[in-house]
């Protein structure tokens, strides 16, 4: 109030209501990984966090899908069967490195996703390593927005590795920024739930979540795959000759050479059919030049293989089925989104179908998930089963600190951080007015409001608003005259956050018969 001095009439404006809560975004995911560039214009990405809402914006400034180069070789004793050729003596084998970043961001966007910040580690010419992570995790200190931490591409790392980058950002969402969770997955491998209870360790379990088995998609069509993800070389060329045989030897040597950009030897023919004579070439049988062959050319060789040999088709079968066979973590990402925003962040997100995804990599059955959901070490592991006549489903919603009645489930603790980070940013407003009771009030009404607001829309549990939350804050109550005189003011806010019905008990008895 302005100190009169002079006569006259003075207007004093009052604020009626106090500030208001605004609700901070619950489903913005970060994702850390490898990309085939990151550039904004003429300055570097790379390990910056970025903002993106599209994979049209992702393809901008990040570029596109890598082109990972499979080639044939002799099978080995212990061969998966997904990887052998037509039940011949060879095998598909993927390329040493690996990258899956940009697979992982299309299951994310197709099961819901919407904003997020992508932290590019380094480009498809790079070594995929732990350091890269870890350094994009510490890029992500500097950013508050995102509420969720997904790294897909960790699961390439060798078994000791990926604990580390797992265990990292449990640290960095529970311990150093509280504000976020942690989405991981099982590496694909013997014992897999086994193996990362053991590794994952015993802190801040309850700022992650972990989904198995992995997923069989179909989010990967063909329009990625061509002939640039195959070796053409004398490996190949033995498969074909097993199969071809209207072709001779140097026929099939010719193609596959040419399909290799390398000097043809002889004219390349097609097999003959009846009633044409089996000397006659194909347009394509033209002798070779000392130039590499254009994509055009190449392309229409594909095709000629792809229509005379059901091996050749049987290995860009292998090639579509091996790059789409990810872990679940971004397709999570993308639910957590979808829930958020057509029900609420308190609603557990479980229960609820994974779009572009064929089949889990594993059935699980009720007897397997027991352990699975409640192990003696709380280290649930969350399903993703298939039910007959309902499809593929997500079928838990627990913590890794599943003996925790307080962060037993994902939704709680997500709520919880809901809650937190809105009251957070609105009560700055208030830092350094005087510690009194118009403030306490101001403060107790803010917070009662935005409570109340969250009570109505399902996300507190209680009848009445009594039941579902209070705030406390006052001297004798929350404070001390010492805190006041520290400068300190404490408000204690207390709510009753809805949990999931996870077990549905229905009880059915015999009765007498009444007429």
């Given at each position: 109030?302005?100190?009169?001095?002079?006569?006259?009439?003075?207007i004093?404006?009052?604020?009626?209501?106090?500030?208001?809560?605004?609700?901070?975004?619950?489903?913005?995911?970060?994702?850390?990984g490898?990309?085939?560039?990151?550039?904004q214009?003429?300055?570097?990405?790379?390990?910056?966090?970025?903002?993106?809402s599209s994979?049209?914006?992702?393809?901008?400034?990040?570029?596109?899908?890598?082109?990972?180069?499979?080639?044939?070789?002799?099978?080995?004793?212990?061969?998966?069967?997904?990887v052998?050729?037509?039940?011949?003596?060879?095998?598909?084998?993927a390329?040493?490195?690996?990258?899956?970043?940009?697979?992982?961001?299309?299951?994310?966007?197709?099961?819901?996703?919407?904003?997020?910040?992508?932290?590019s580690?380094g480009?498809?010419?790079?070594?995929v390593?732990?350091?890269?992570?870890?350094?994009?995790?510490?890029?992500?200190k500097?950013?508050?927005?995102?509420?969720m931490?997904?790294?897909?591409?960790?699961?390439?790392?060798?078994?000791?590795?990926?604990?580390?980058?797992?265990?990292?950002?449990?640290?960095?969402c529970?311990?150093?920024?509280?504000?976020?969770?942690?989405?991981?997955?099982?590496?694909?491998e013997?014992?897999?739930?086994?193996?990362?209870?053991?590794?994952?360790?015993?802190?801040?379990?309850?700022?992650?979540?972990a989904?198995?088995?992995?997923?069989?998609?179909?989010?990967?069509?063909?329009?990625y795959?061509?002939?640039?993800?195959?070796?053409?070389?004398?490996?190949?060329?033995?498969?074909?000759?097993?199969?071809?045989?209207?072709?001779?030897?140097?026929?099939?040597?010719?193609?596959?050479?040419?399909m290799g950009?390398?000097?043809?030897?002889?004219?390349?023919?097609?097999?003959?059919?009846?009633?044409?004579?089996?000397?006659?070439?194909?347009?394509?049988?033209?002798?070779?030049?000392?130039?590499?062959?254009?994509?055009?050319?190449?392309y229409?060789?594909?095709?000629?293989?792809?229509?005379?040999?059901?091996?050749?088709?049987?290995?860009?079968a292998?090639?579509?089925?091996?790059?789409?066979?990810?872990?679940?973590?971004?397709?999570?990402?993308?639910?957590?989104?979808?829930?958020?925003?057509?029900r609420?962040?308190?609603?557990?997100?479980?229960?609820i179908?994974?779009?572009?995804?064929?089949a889990?990599?594993?059935?699980?059955?009720n007897?397997?998930?027991?352990?699975?959901?409640?192990?003696?070490s709380?280290?649930?592991?969350?399903a993703?089963?298939?039910?007959?006549?309902?499809?593929?489903?997500?079928?838990?919603?627990?913590?890794?600190?599943?003996?925790?009645?307080?962060?037993?489930?994902?939704?709680?603790?997500?709520?919880?951080?809901?809650?937190?980070?809105?009251?957070?940013?609105?009560?700055?407003?208030?830092?350094?007015?005087?510690?009194t009771?118009?403030?306490?009030v101001?403060?107790?009404?803010?917070?009662g409001?935005?409570l109340n607001?969250?009570w109505?829309?399902?996300?507190?549990?209680?009848a009445?608003?009594?039941?579902?939350?209070?705030?406390?804050?006052?001297?004798?109550?929350?404070?001390?005259?010492?805190?006041?005189?520290?400068g300190?003011?404490?408000?204690?806010?207390?709510?009753?956050i809805s949990?999931?019905?996870?077990?549905?008990?229905?009880?059915?008895?015999?009765?007498?018969?009444?007429?």
């Amino acid at each position: 109030m302005a100190i009169m001095k002079t006569p006259g009439v003075y207007i004093v404006e009052k604020n009626a209501f106090p500030n208001s809560v605004v609700d901070v975004p619950t489903a913005v995911p970060a994702f850390v990984g490898y990309t085939e560039k990151s550039m904004q214009g003429n300055e570097s990405l790379l390990n910056k966090p970025f903002r993106i809402s599209s994979m049209a914006e992702f393809h901008s400034y990040f570029g596109g899908a890598p082109t990972p180069v499979f080639k044939v070789a002799k099978k080995a004793a212990d061969t998966p069967s997904d990887v052998v050729i037509s039940n011949t003596d060879y095998m598909l084998v993927a390329p040493a490195k690996q990258y899956t970043f940009y697979y992982n961001l299309l299951l994310f966007f197709a099961n819901g996703g919407g904003p997020c910040y992508i932290v590019s580690v380094g480009s498809y010419k790079d070594n995929v390593s732990a350091d890269a992570f870890l350094a994009g995790i510490e890029a992500l200190k500097r950013e508050q927005e995102p509420t969720m931490l997904v790294i897909p591409e960790a699961v390439n790392l060798p078994i000791d590795k990926c604990t580390l980058v797992q265990q990292t950002m449990l640290m960095h969402c529970g311990y150093e920024m509280r504000n976020r969770v942690a989405i991981l997955d099982l590496k694909n491998e013997k014992e897999p739930v086994k193996t990362f209870r053991e590794g994952i360790g015993n802190n801040q379990l309850g700022f992650g979540a972990a989904y198995y088995p992995w997923l069989k998609t179909s989010i990967i069509g063909d329009s990625y795959i061509s002939v640039r993800n195959l070796e053409y070389d004398d490996m190949l060329k033995e498969v074909l000759k097993i199969e071809i045989q209207d072709w001779d030897d140097e026929e099939v040597s010719a193609l596959v050479d040419r399909m290799g950009s390398a000097k043809a030897a002889a004219p390349v023919k097609a097999p003959a059919k009846e009633g044409e004579e089996k000397e006659k070439a194909t347009p394509a049988a033209k002798p070779a030049d000392n130039k590499k062959i254009t994509e055009e050319e190449k392309y229409y060789l594909h095709l000629i293989l792809l229509q005379n040999s059901a091996i050749y088709k049987n290995i860009f079968a292998i090639i579509n089925k091996q790059l789409n066979f990810l872990p679940p973590s971004a397709a999570m990402a993308g639910l957590y989104t979808m829930t958020d925003n057509t029900r609420g962040v308190w609603k557990a997100p479980a229960n609820i179908s994974i779009n572009g995804v064929v089949a889990p990599a594993v059935n699980i059955s009720n007897a397997e998930q027991e352990d699975l959901n409640v192990p003696l070490s709380g280290k649930a592991v969350n399903a993703i089963r298939t039910f007959t006549g309902e499809g593929l489903k997500v079928w838990g919603a627990r913590t890794l600190d599943g003996n925790s009645l307080d962060w037993r489930y994902i939704n709680v603790r997500r709520t919880m951080i809901y809650l937190e980070e809105s009251v957070k940013n609105a009560a700055r407003a208030y830092v350094f007015d005087p510690n009194t009771a118009n403030t306490w009030v101001n403060i107790k009404s803010m917070i009662g409001n935005f409570l109340n607001s969250v009570w109505k829309r399902g996300g507190l549990a209680g009848a009445t608003p009594e039941d579902a939350y209070s705030v406390h804050v006052g001297l004798g109550e929350t404070m001390t005259s010492e805190d006041i005189l520290e400068g300190i003011l404490r408000v204690t806010v207390l709510v009753a956050i809805s949990r999931p019905a996870e077990f549905i008990e229905i009880t059915f008895q015999q009765q007498m018969q009444k007429s």
